[in-house]
């Protein structure tokens, strides 16, 4: 993108009129997602077209042809093309971390800690790299970028009009809903794929926003590329009694190889940052493995799209199943594992269709001999499997079910799947305990779960809450002085302070003046919470935590642990006020009751 178009983009401002008119009004959120989902529409047609041109100059594709549907691609460029693009995009990595050292911050994350706020040309970069993985043959999701930059130009939006908080956590959900509608073309996936894990939550009021932009973003995206969007499944598959029992036993297998896919990628993370390898080689090192495994099977390369067509993974022997199976879990760990960028809900559809066949040819043969003997369309369980192991990596149970149910029109078929998708969604977090992205944040150090907003939590700080008006007094008076100081009623508590400025506790003045308190004492037999205080960067539930366990009315804020300088005071009523009053509107807000303009 020019540079001048991106500062258009960047720094563009709505007039106040027309701001008011839209923020005052729900059906304005409403005008403004389907806006979002012409252009998510735009951005997956046009990263999708993307990426086909890189295969077709690096790997000499025909016009429409997929990379991982080629029976054969030649063995130089399939190692050359992973390895030297690997390390073209490492140095890309060292040149803009100079420029911008900060990690860029993806749709769940700010709608977690930032209140939907993202950053276009962050965005931009996000997209940009996540095509040239996927274009050079890297084993990485395109849904990464599509969302990326779809809620990124969708936040813009929202900024531009200067929208709440609630309301642009909203907009970018529906960004990312409109991306993943046109990816799939299934708008019902896209707009429970924002409820469940952008947005963190359903509500009546986003409703209506949400399900318009998916269904913009599905009409454009199919309008503009038909040919490389949609997820192609057998129809016409009959559905038994013993395939809802076998549905739950696939469930809870595709849990297990979700979570040993994702523990995967942090292993060979990990195993890089042991042996020192410089970040700029990682890229090339992952490409490299990448493009050996692809001399087996270029099944293995680029995101899977092509195998998305789920008939294309039926008719192989177990054994060359199997195989790519493998193949295609260990080219996907080396991928990500290496500093491509992507995600893992593409390869993971693909993954979970050849283990569904698996698990079908496995079931069907071990039980062929026995009183239970069944046989197991393999068709159905490529199906299942897909939907189930893509839920247990993404954490989508609805999201994935919906998936199954526009791919196939079938809604009988649906039962076996929602079995399944819900076993693998929840076996995966009692074990897990995350999906692929919020463990990603675990690993970080960031304590996400989910894009249920926390931010406002973070943002409510001690240091937001406290009275800088604090009265105090030197630590060595006399009681009677201080009781001169200080007679009944002038303030509740005093804060003690040594002579060289640093907090020496708290005392309750109606404590100082019981009469059978000797006034030449010193102050000090007096003085409570010595070591108990607040800082400024704790956040609210911090606070409410301290002052249940100091049982303290009122605590002193000090700069720091180390100086101990006051800096202010905190109530514990005036915190919990405060908590609740946010807790509050954030209901109000999931019951999508507006505020009143001012």
């Known amino acids: 993108m020019p540079r001048s178009l991106l500062h258009v983009v960047t720094d563009f401002e709505i007039p106040h009129t027309i701001r008011v008119a839209v923020r005052s009004r729900e059906a304005g959120l409403v005008l403004l997602a389907a806006i979002v989902g012409v252009v998510a529409g735009v951005v997956v047609a046009a990263m999708g077209v993307g990426v086909q041109t890189l ?16 029976p054969f691609v030649d063995p130089v460029v399939v190692l050359s093309v992973p390895s030297l693009g690997g390390l073209m995009l490492g140095l890309a990595f060292v040149l803009i971390k100079k420029r ?225 199976f493998v193949l295609k879990a260990l080219a996907s760990i080396a991928s990500l594992g290496s500093g491509f960028r992507g995600g893992l809900f593409f390869s993971s559809l693909l993954l979970g269709a050849l283990f569904g066949q698996i698990f079908a040819e496995v079931v069907s043969r071990g ?102 008006d604090v009265r105090t007094a030197p630590a060595d008076l006399t009681v009677a002085a201080f009781r001169e100081t200080f007679p009944p009623g002038s303030t509740g508590q005093v804060v003690m302070v040594e002579p060289d400025g640093r907090y020496a506790g708290l005392v309750v003045v109606p404590e100082a003046h019981v009469p059978t308190l000797y006034g030449g004492a010193s102050v000090r037999e007096i003085i409570r919470h010595v070591d108990d205080v607040l800082v400024p960067s704790m956040t609210v539930q911090q606070a409410i935590r301290v002052f249940e366990s100091t049982e303290a009315d009122v605590l002193a804020v000090v700069e720091s642990d180390a100086t101990r300088r006051v800096v202010g005071q905190l109530s514990e009523a005036h915190a919990l006020r405060r908590y609740m009053n946010e807790l509050e509107l954030r209901r109000r807000e999931l019951l999508g009751e507006r505020r009143v303009e001012a």
């Not at 295969?55 to 080629?70: E, I, K, N, W, Y």
């Not at 839920?391 to 809604?411: K, N, Q, R």
């Not at 799947?417 to 990603?440: M, N």
């Open 55 to 70: 295969h077709a100059v690096f790997f000499g594709l025909p016009p429409g042809a997929r990379l991982s549907a080629q």
């Open 100 to 324: 911008r050292p900060k990690r860029e911050i993806d749709p769940i994350e700010a709608n977690a800690l930032h209140g939907g706020r993202m950053s276009v040309p962050g965005s931009v970069i996000v997209a940009a790299q996540t095509v040239w993985s996927s274009g050079v043959g890297a084993s990485v999701g395109l849904e990464a970028g599509y969302t990326q930059l779809a809620s990124g130009l969708a936040s813009r939006l929202g900024i531009a009009f200067r929208l709440r908080r609630a309301d642009l956590r909203t907009l970018a959900g529906c960004g990312a809903a409109a991306a993943i509608a046109g990816a799939f073309g299934a708008p019902l996936a896209g707009a429970f794929y924002a409820f469940e894990l952008v947005i963190g939550n359903y509500s009546i009021a986003g409703l209506a926003p949400v399900g318009v932009a998916s269904v913009v973003g599905w009409v454009v995206a199919t309008g503009l590329a038909p040919s490389h969007l949609g997820v192609v499944a057998p129809g016409g598959i009959a559905v038994e009694n013993h395939d809802l029992v076998a549905a739950a036993g696939l469930g809870l297998l595709a849990a297990l190889v979700g979570i040993a896919l994702m523990r995967g990628v942090t292993l060979c993370e990990t195993a890089f940052v042991k042996l020192k390898v410089p970040a700029a080689l990682r890229p090339a090192i992952g490409g490299l493995l990448v493009g050996l495994l692809a001399l087996v099977t270029p099944k293995v390369l680029s995101s899977g799209h092509g195998a998305l067509h789920v008939s294309g993974a039926l008719g192989l022997p177990l054994a060359a199943v199997a195989l790519v």
């Open 367 to 468: 039980l062929a001999a026995t009183p239970l003997a069944v046989t197991l369309d393999p068709s159905l369980y490529a199906l299942i499997g897909m939907t189930a192991l893509s839920s247990s990596v993404i954490g989508g149970p609805l999201t994935m079910a919906f998936i199954a149910l526009e791919s196939t029109g079938d809604l009988w078929l649906t039962a076996p799947v929602l079995i399944a998708v819900i076993l693998a969604s929840q076996v995966t977090r009692e074990i897990f305990g995350y999906s692929f992205a919020t463990w990603r944040f675990h690993v970080r150090g960031e304590s996400i779960r989910s894009a249920a907003d926390i931010g406002w939590i973070r943002e409510l700080t001690v240091g937001v809450m406290m009275r800088p």
